[in-house]
């Protein structure tokens, strides 16, 4: 999805930069500063394209790392990177991060695949040595306990500098790349928890009576994410719905008439049929309300449920969620169904990524293609559809009251990753990740959302991996294999993580 069309955009990471040296170097060796630094502000470009960049530059001694980190905590930074720039001694670095807590990746980054053994001198190998100080750094680290992660590899210059006696165009190197993937993975996850701080998540309604995995303390859920839980009554949404013009509700029909087909009738299910135009108009009254209502309380995502009682207003109102929420999920809102408020962080967290992130559970297992259907009656994630997502109109939504129009649509083809943020019986969120494929495999003509999923275990034992981690029954759908990238998301968030 464009970012024109975001709502709300999520928070960029802050990041902070330094590099490493010992200062009785530069009278030494001349020029080996001056080159360090060039390092330094090649790493602080290469990071620009994903996070604001502080970058302090160079620290030499025990007096200048006090200065660095509290010189970070004035940036309020959400991640530092230490480049290990040249060797450099533990009581250099310590001091940073006893004053700034943030997390350190320590980033030791060679500038060349191969020194000129040749004609090197001791000034050449010392802006080479960059992974001679990083055993000191562990070392230190450890016994202070304070958590630190390493990125081993090469710079990845696409040129070399006029001081060098080697070769320093490394940018195509298989460890550049795979340093590079690294680095970019820390640096996207930290905007997670940024924006996860800086986030408030409605929740309409209520959770659907006795789904016991759903239900979650909100208190819980704002100390360990840092979210705000803005808590919304249907008479807020009702109240929107009252000021929706006759203009607002045809831009909405134009939105959907872009982004979904309008199915015929089932082939198979009677209660599928196409969608009345009385359906439609509903759906997109709804569907603007909903805007309206993300847009008046300054929502970042929305988790909702409520069935009314039969016959009554509420009742038809909800009958029109799906469409909105599907669209305000495709634009930075993500919406989960049944008021299943963790499955709404795993979502968003998909969503900040720029990774999609569509409301499913179990649908069925194909043993003859050995693939799970996952997927859900909404809503779904249009961004991330194969083709466009087909609209049906409802007899009735099952095991829920009311009727109304509903999406049938599948996640493209190619990698996919899930993400489960589920509740330990001690009150303590946990990530389940797992990675898969999506096939071209068919799907059910029911009007809901099912994308066939081939794990890399036979379903039952992937079935039997998975339920032992005791999940929440959602789950959220990504595109693209990111299970390294959440990984990295629950360790800044401090929070149990497991891959399947």
């Known amino acids: 999805m464009a970012a024109s069309a975001m709502i709300k955009p999520w928070k960029k990471a802050r990041i902070g930069l330094y590099s ?77 991060h006893q004053i700034n807590k943030a997390p350190v990746v320590f980033l030791n980054l060679q500038p060349t695949d191969r020194i000129n053994y040749g004609q090197s001198t001791t000034g050449e190998w010392l802006a080479h040595c960059g992974a001679c100080p990083v055993p000191e750094f562990a070392n230190a680290f450890n016994r202070a306990g304070i958590p630190f992660r390493v990125v081993n590899g090469l710079l990845g210059m696409d040129y070399t500098p006029a001081i060098s006696l080697t070769n320093e165009v490394t940018h195509e190197r298989k460890e ?7 680095i970019e993975e820390w640096v996207r996850a930290a905007a997670v928890p940024r924006t996860l701080q800086h986030s408030r998540f409605g929740f309409l309604g209520n959770t659907y009576g006795g789904m016991l995995d759903m239900y979650s303390d909100f208190t819980m859920i704002q100390t360990q994410t840092g979210l705000h839980v803005e808590v919304l009554e249907m008479c807020d949404l009702d109240r929107m719905l009252r000021n929706v013009t006759p203009q607002d509700v045809k831009a909405k029909l134009e939105e959907v008439r872009q982004m979904f087909e309008i199915s015929g009738d089932s082939p198979s299910d009677p209660i599928a049929r196409k969608p009345t135009d009385e359906q439609m108009e509903w759906a997109c009254k709804v569907a603007a309300a909903q805007e309206r209502l993300v847009r008046e309380y300054d929502l970042d995502a929305l988790s909702y449920y409520y069935h009314g009682a039969p016959g009554g207003d509420y009742e038809k109102l909800q009958g029109g969620f799906i469409v909105g929420h599907s669209l305000l999920t495709a634009r930075g809102i993500p919406c989960s169904g049944e008021g299943d408020l963790k499955t709404a962080v795993a979502m968003k967290i998909c969503d900040i990524l720029g990774t999609g992130g569509s409301f499913s559970e179990i649908v069925v297992v194909d043993y003859v293609d050995e693939a799970i259907l996952l997927g859900h009656d909404g809503p779904f994630h249009i961004a ?117």
């Open 176 to 182: 550049a790349v795979r340093a590079w993937r690294e």
């Open 384 to 500: 991330i559809s194969e083709g466009k997502p087909i609209l049906r109109g409802m007899g009735l939504y099952h095991g829920k009251r009311g009727t109304g129009v509903s999406v049938e649509a599948k996640v493209k083809a190619g990698p996919v990753t899930t993400l489960n943020v589920t509740q330990t019986g001690d009150g303590k969120l946990k990530l389940i990740i797992s990675e898969g494929e999506s096939t071209n495999g068919p799907i059910m003509k029911i009007g809901n959302t099912q994308t066939p999923v081939k794990f890399r275990k036979h379903p039952d034992d992937y079935m039997t991996q998975w339920f032992a981690e005791a999940p929440t029954h959602h789950c959220a759908m990504s595109i693209g294999h990111n299970a390294s990238l959440f990984r990295k998301v629950g360790e800044l968030m401090k929070t149990v993580h497991v891959i399947l």
């Open 20 to 96: 490493v040296g010992l200062r009785a170097y530069w009278d030494q060796f001349p020029g080996l500063r001056e080159r360090l630094i060039e390092y330094g502000r090649f790493v602080e470009k290469k990071v620009s394209a994903w996070a604001d960049v502080y970058n302090y530059g160079l620290v030499d001694t025990e007096g200048e790392g006090r200065k660095a980190g509290e010189w970070l905590n004035e940036r309020n930074v959400d991640l530092v990177l230490c480049h290990a720039a040249t060797y450099s001694t533990g009581s250099t670095v310590l001091p940073v």
